[in-house]
Protein backbone atom coordinates (compact mmCIF):
# COMPACT_ATOMS: atom_id res chain seq x y z
CA UNK A 1 0.00 0.00 0.00
CA UNK A 2 1.23 3.28 -0.81
CA UNK A 3 1.70 5.59 2.11
CA UNK A 4 -0.03 8.35 0.25
CA UNK A 5 -2.79 6.74 0.30
CA UNK A 6 -3.26 6.22 3.78
CA UNK A 7 -3.82 10.31 4.74
CA UNK A 8 -6.90 9.35 2.26
CA UNK A 9 -8.20 6.80 3.74
CA UNK A 10 -11.57 6.65 5.91
CA UNK A 11 -13.19 4.41 8.26
CA UNK A 12 -15.78 2.20 6.25
CA UNK A 13 -18.33 1.68 8.94
CA UNK A 14 -21.15 4.38 9.05
CA UNK A 15 -19.94 7.52 11.01
CA UNK A 16 -23.17 9.84 8.97
CA UNK A 17 -22.31 12.47 12.06
CA UNK A 18 -18.88 13.49 10.60
CA UNK A 19 -18.67 15.16 7.46
CA UNK A 20 -16.57 13.42 5.26
CA UNK A 21 -15.81 10.35 7.50
CA UNK A 22 -13.11 9.18 9.74
CA UNK A 23 -9.47 9.37 9.07
CA UNK A 24 -7.72 5.23 9.73
CA UNK A 25 -5.27 6.32 12.53
CA UNK A 26 -2.00 4.66 11.08
CA UNK A 27 0.62 3.01 13.09
CA UNK A 28 3.30 1.62 10.89
CA UNK A 29 5.40 -1.55 11.40
CA UNK A 30 7.16 -1.93 8.67
CA UNK A 31 7.76 0.72 5.97
CA UNK A 32 9.72 0.57 2.60
CA UNK A 33 10.56 3.98 1.36
CA UNK A 34 6.94 5.28 0.56
CA UNK A 35 5.61 1.24 0.80
CA UNK A 36 3.37 0.00 3.62
CA UNK A 37 3.91 -3.35 4.51
CA UNK A 38 2.68 -3.95 7.63
CA UNK A 39 0.52 -1.64 9.79
CA UNK A 40 -2.74 -1.36 11.65
CA UNK A 41 -5.44 1.28 10.54
CA UNK A 42 -7.74 2.29 12.99
CA UNK A 43 -10.86 4.40 13.33
CA UNK A 44 -10.92 6.57 16.43
CA UNK A 45 -14.76 6.50 16.79
CA UNK A 46 -15.94 3.28 16.58
CA UNK A 47 -11.96 1.21 17.28
CA UNK A 48 -12.67 -0.56 14.71
CA UNK A 49 -9.03 -2.06 13.17
CA UNK A 50 -7.67 -3.39 9.66
CA UNK A 51 -4.41 -5.03 9.33
CA UNK A 52 -1.98 -4.00 6.45
CA UNK A 53 -0.16 -7.40 6.06
CA UNK A 54 1.99 -8.17 3.06
CA UNK A 55 1.19 -4.33 2.09
CA UNK A 56 -2.10 -5.10 1.20
CA UNK A 57 -5.26 -3.84 3.41
CA UNK A 58 -7.42 -6.26 5.29
CA UNK A 59 -10.93 -5.16 5.77
CA UNK A 60 -12.31 -8.39 6.06
CA UNK A 61 -13.84 -10.50 9.20
CA UNK A 62 -11.17 -12.77 11.04
CA UNK A 63 -7.40 -13.22 9.68
CA UNK A 64 -6.51 -12.41 5.96
CA UNK A 65 -6.77 -15.56 4.02
CA UNK A 66 -3.53 -16.10 1.94
CA UNK A 67 -3.29 -13.65 -0.91
CA UNK A 68 -3.37 -15.28 -4.47
CA UNK A 69 -1.31 -13.79 -7.29
CA UNK A 70 -2.70 -11.11 -10.26
CA UNK A 71 -1.61 -11.20 -13.56
CA UNK A 72 0.42 -8.16 -14.44
CA UNK A 73 -0.04 -7.73 -17.75
CA UNK A 74 -3.34 -7.26 -20.13
CA UNK A 75 -3.29 -9.06 -23.42
CA UNK A 76 -6.04 -6.60 -24.89
CA UNK A 77 -4.53 -3.33 -25.71
CA UNK A 78 -7.09 -1.80 -27.37
CA UNK A 79 -9.34 -2.57 -24.06
CA UNK A 80 -6.41 -0.92 -22.10
CA UNK A 81 -6.84 2.26 -24.45
CA UNK A 82 -10.74 2.19 -24.07
CA UNK A 83 -10.49 2.49 -20.02
CA UNK A 84 -8.21 5.04 -20.45
CA UNK A 85 -10.40 7.09 -22.27
CA UNK A 86 -13.62 6.14 -20.45
CA UNK A 87 -11.69 6.98 -17.37
CA UNK A 88 -10.02 10.44 -19.10
CA UNK A 89 -6.75 9.70 -17.95
CA UNK A 90 -5.26 12.51 -20.10
CA UNK A 91 -2.79 13.25 -17.79
CA UNK A 92 0.01 11.81 -14.53
CA UNK A 93 -0.88 11.87 -11.40
CA UNK A 94 -4.41 11.37 -9.22
CA UNK A 95 -5.88 7.72 -8.04
CA UNK A 96 -7.81 5.28 -9.92
CA UNK A 97 -10.25 2.60 -8.43
CA UNK A 98 -10.43 -0.59 -10.19
CA UNK A 99 -12.66 -3.33 -8.68
CA UNK A 100 -11.33 -7.43 -9.03
CA UNK A 101 -13.65 -7.05 -12.69
CA UNK A 102 -10.63 -4.96 -13.83
CA UNK A 103 -7.92 -6.26 -11.77
CA UNK A 104 -5.66 -7.58 -14.71
CA UNK A 105 -5.96 -3.92 -15.67
CA UNK A 106 -4.13 -2.30 -12.44
CA UNK A 107 -0.92 -2.38 -13.02
CA UNK A 108 -0.95 -1.45 -16.97
CA UNK A 109 -2.98 1.73 -16.30
CA UNK A 110 -0.75 2.41 -13.51
CA UNK A 111 1.93 1.67 -15.73
CA UNK A 112 0.91 3.60 -19.21
CA UNK A 113 -0.98 6.31 -17.44
CA UNK A 114 1.07 7.38 -14.55
CA UNK A 115 -1.88 7.01 -11.74
CA UNK A 116 -1.97 5.83 -8.45
CA UNK A 117 -4.08 2.59 -8.84
CA UNK A 118 -6.24 1.35 -5.67
CA UNK A 119 -7.50 -2.31 -6.45
CA UNK A 120 -10.23 -2.94 -4.66
CA UNK A 121 -10.64 -7.34 -4.45
CA UNK A 122 -12.67 -9.48 -2.38
CA UNK A 123 -10.34 -11.80 -1.71
CA UNK A 124 -6.81 -10.72 -1.25
CA UNK A 125 -4.06 -10.39 -4.18
CA UNK A 126 -0.61 -10.14 -4.52
CA UNK A 127 0.87 -7.48 -7.02
CA UNK A 128 4.12 -5.66 -5.74
CA UNK A 129 3.84 -2.60 -7.50
CA UNK A 130 4.95 0.78 -6.58
CA UNK A 131 2.00 2.53 -8.09
CA UNK A 132 -0.80 -0.22 -6.98
CA UNK A 133 -2.43 -0.61 -3.74
CA UNK A 134 -4.71 -3.19 -2.51
CA UNK A 135 -7.62 -3.09 -0.58
CA UNK A 136 -9.76 -6.85 0.14
CA UNK A 137 -12.80 -8.06 2.18
CA UNK A 138 -14.79 -4.92 1.92
CA UNK A 139 -18.24 -4.61 1.22
CA UNK A 140 -20.57 -1.67 -0.22
CA UNK A 141 -18.81 0.93 1.95
CA UNK A 142 -15.47 1.63 0.06
CA UNK A 143 -13.36 3.58 2.57
CA UNK A 144 -12.24 6.93 0.62
CA UNK A 145 -12.31 10.28 1.69
CA UNK A 146 -14.35 12.68 -0.78
CA UNK A 147 -13.07 14.08 -3.46
CA UNK A 148 -9.95 11.86 -3.54
CA UNK A 149 -11.08 9.67 -6.82
CA UNK A 150 -9.80 11.02 -10.80
CA UNK A 151 -11.43 7.61 -11.41
CA UNK A 152 -12.86 4.61 -10.92
CA UNK A 153 -14.18 1.20 -12.74
CA UNK A 154 -16.15 -1.50 -11.64
CA UNK A 155 -17.48 -5.02 -13.02
CA UNK A 156 -20.89 -5.93 -13.21
CA UNK A 157 -21.24 -7.27 -9.79
CA UNK A 158 -21.23 -3.84 -7.91
CA UNK A 159 -23.90 -3.11 -6.04
CA UNK A 160 -26.16 0.70 -6.16
CA UNK A 161 -24.68 1.50 -2.81
CA UNK A 162 -20.70 0.24 -4.07
CA UNK A 163 -21.34 2.66 -6.84
CA UNK A 164 -23.10 5.33 -4.51
CA UNK A 165 -19.85 4.81 -2.22
CA UNK A 166 -17.16 4.92 -5.30
CA UNK A 167 -19.63 8.42 -6.60
CA UNK A 168 -18.61 9.57 -3.08
CA UNK A 169 -15.16 9.86 -3.64
CA UNK A 170 -15.12 11.40 -6.97
CA UNK A 171 -13.49 14.28 -7.52
CA UNK A 172 -15.75 16.71 -8.84
CA UNK A 173 -14.35 16.30 -12.46
CA UNK A 174 -14.26 12.22 -11.55
CA UNK A 175 -14.99 9.66 -13.88
CA UNK A 176 -17.28 6.83 -12.50
CA UNK A 177 -17.48 3.68 -15.39
CA UNK A 178 -19.64 0.72 -14.87
CA UNK A 179 -22.03 -2.02 -17.48
CA UNK A 180 -24.49 -0.99 -18.82
CA UNK A 181 -26.57 -3.26 -16.10
CA UNK A 182 -25.87 -1.83 -13.36
CA UNK A 183 -28.24 1.22 -12.49
CA UNK A 184 -26.17 4.58 -12.19
CA UNK A 185 -26.55 6.42 -8.09
CA UNK A 186 -28.63 9.54 -8.28
CA UNK A 187 -25.63 11.62 -7.36
CA UNK A 188 -23.92 10.90 -11.25
CA UNK A 189 -24.75 12.37 -14.92
CA UNK A 190 -24.81 9.96 -17.21
CA UNK A 191 -21.90 11.43 -20.10
CA UNK A 192 -21.99 8.67 -22.39
CA UNK A 193 -23.27 4.74 -22.78
CA UNK A 194 -22.30 2.24 -25.30
CA UNK A 195 -23.85 -1.41 -25.55
CA UNK A 196 -21.08 -2.15 -22.63
CA UNK A 197 -20.36 0.44 -20.19
CA UNK A 198 -21.66 3.99 -19.01
CA UNK A 199 -19.31 6.69 -18.03
CA UNK A 200 -20.69 9.14 -15.23
CA UNK A 201 -19.60 12.32 -13.46
CA UNK A 202 -20.87 14.14 -10.16
CA UNK A 203 -24.03 16.16 -11.09
CA UNK A 204 -22.67 20.10 -10.67
CA UNK A 205 -24.85 21.36 -7.33
CA UNK A 206 -27.10 23.42 -7.89
CA UNK A 207 -26.44 27.51 -8.38
CA UNK A 208 -28.68 29.57 -6.83
CA UNK A 209 -29.16 32.97 -8.53
CA UNK A 210 -30.66 35.74 -6.67
CA UNK A 211 -31.64 39.22 -8.00
CA UNK A 212 -28.77 41.33 -6.81
CA UNK A 213 -30.17 44.03 -4.11
CA UNK A 214 -30.93 47.51 -5.56
CA UNK A 215 -27.77 50.05 -4.90
CA UNK A 216 -28.65 52.88 -2.99
CA UNK A 217 -29.25 56.32 -4.92
CA UNK A 218 -26.01 58.44 -4.40
CA UNK A 219 -27.00 61.28 -2.52
CA UNK A 220 -26.66 65.11 -3.68
CA UNK A 221 -24.73 67.54 -1.59
CA UNK A 222 -27.27 69.63 0.41
CA UNK A 223 -29.83 66.95 0.88
ZN1 LIG B 1 -15.28 3.91 12.48
Not at 78 to 100: Q, S, T
Not at 119 to 133: I, K, T
Not at 198 to 208: D, F, G, I, K, M
Request: charged share 15%.
Amino acid sequence: MHLDLVDHLRCPHPHPDITGGVPLVCVAGKVEGRQLHEATLGCAVCHARHAVTRGIGWFGVGAMPTPTAVARTVADQPELVRLAALLNLDAPGGFVLLDEAWATFAVPVADTFGVAVVLVADAPSVLAHPNVSVLAGLGDALPFAPAVLRGAALGASATLARLASAAMGLTPNGRLVAPVQCAPPPALSILARDDRHWVAEPRAEPVSLRRAPPSPLPRTPGQ
